[in-house]
DNA sequence: GCAATTTTTTACCATTTGGTAAATCCACGA
DNA sequence: TCGTGGATTTACCAAATGGTAAAAAATTGC
């Protein structure tokens, strides 16, 4: 068995965890946890149940090591918010990264998501070792372009929240916005539009008259 | 057993179908569809398996009663939207009545929410039935006032969107919040300032200088 | 080519879980 | 008070599911 304890891995080891890996983040994000079982991981993977179960400790543990690997993705695009920059332009660009990431990486999302749902139980150490420092950093960010005057005054925390709810609603809310949508429109192209107008319209100094 | 087909229901059967529908909103919300058992929500009603099993005829069967029942609850703010109200006052009442929801019905948004993120597979019917038919009358409703000048022009579809991302993400993703949101302030008066000043700030016609 | 090691399969197992059958309990009207 | 029909419990079951042991197969290093 190849223990977790720092060797150097094989080829088909690595081959088969990111095959495990990619087969249960579609069943994961499918199925939710409970919903999702070892032989449709197998299934998916193209391994046999015991063969997965030789590569990871179980079924608990191929789902946090997603977790993990997931976090890193999903808060590049916080990270790169750039504090030298334009205040409303950076904003802006973040959701926009924030959107194609819904568009391109919808089962990351609902992952993420369903373990939130549900009190996020295997994740929250991680959430606090990682997420809420970045956080923390970003809305001192936000506050400081405030203070600056660079942008209106408005509740960085809040604006990060509605950031993630509007952008993660596209690939969350799918199975939802495909039965509302109309047909012919274009959803990402006009969720853009309309996220840009939003969160402009919030980022603008208003100059009074 | 109390068949379905029209009779006139006991006040047992009634006191303990409420019951289980309690207990099934508070299981199904926090475990997901899959993760909830049925000897979970027996326990939490105080009642026995093949008790709960007297009164519905599945584990499926509590869950769509459910989901069926929440809809109309859910969709009742969106109704009130009046079309001889101020537009932007109409719309921010609503933002508002949709806020106070996923603060006091959080089990509800999260069962509803766990139903989409999985596809709805239960009730992809009925939000073609109940939900589309509405959204595209408030839709319009919201596209009359933008041709009347009453609005700027904006998406109605993505606005509501936007709506329903923002106020239900305190409920669905509150794990997420309680760990990141400061601790010593008032979340829910905190989101309601924020969310009427941003979409205020979306619905205000810009006055051009 | 061959021993040693890694990978995969076969054959299981214990528990959980949704569900059922039938016996029993109980409320209530005549 | 007693019978009747609704309500509840007891004792189950079959399938699904996470997981394991050990043998077989493949791969690798020499």
């Known amino acids: 068995m190849p223990d977790g304890t720092a060797k150097k891995p094989t080829r088909i080891q690595l081959r088969n965890r990111r095959r495990i890996l990619d087969a249960a983040l579609e069943v994961f994000s499918r199925h939710g946890y409970r919903g999702a ?21 179980g079924k608990e543990d191929i789902h ?9 993705t999903w808060l590049d695009p916080l990270r790169t918010m750039d504090a030298d920059g334009d205040p409303k332009a950076e904003i802006l660009a973040y959701v926009q990264r924030k959107l194609d990431m819904a568009r391109d990486l919808p089962r990351e999302s609902r992952l993420f ?3 939130i749902l549900q009190g996020a139980p295997r ?7 990682d997420l809420r420092p970045l956080f923390k950093e970003k809305c001192d960010l936000v506050q400081g372009w ?45 969720a853009s539009a309309h996220l840009r107008q939003m969160f402009s319209a919030l980022l603008t100094v208003s100059e009074r008259r």
Chains 1, 2 share one sequence.
Request: hydrophobic share 45%.
């Open 123 to 129: 994740i929250v150490p991680d959430l606090v070792a």
């Open 37 to 57: 079982t070892l032989d449709q991981i197998a299934a998916e993977a193209g391994l046999s149940k015991p063969n997965i179960l030789y590569y990871f400790e």
């Open 146 to 190: 405030i203070n600056a005057g660079a942008l209106p005054p408005l509740d960085p925390e809040h604006l990060i929240f509605s950031i993630w709810a509007t952008t993660q609603h596209y690939a969350d809310f799918e199975a939802q916005v495909q039965v509302l949508h109309d047909r012919e429109s274009d959803t990402h192209a006009r």
């Open 113 to 115: 998501a369903g373990e």
């Open 64 to 72: 946090v090591t997603l977790l993990k690997q997931l976090m890193e």
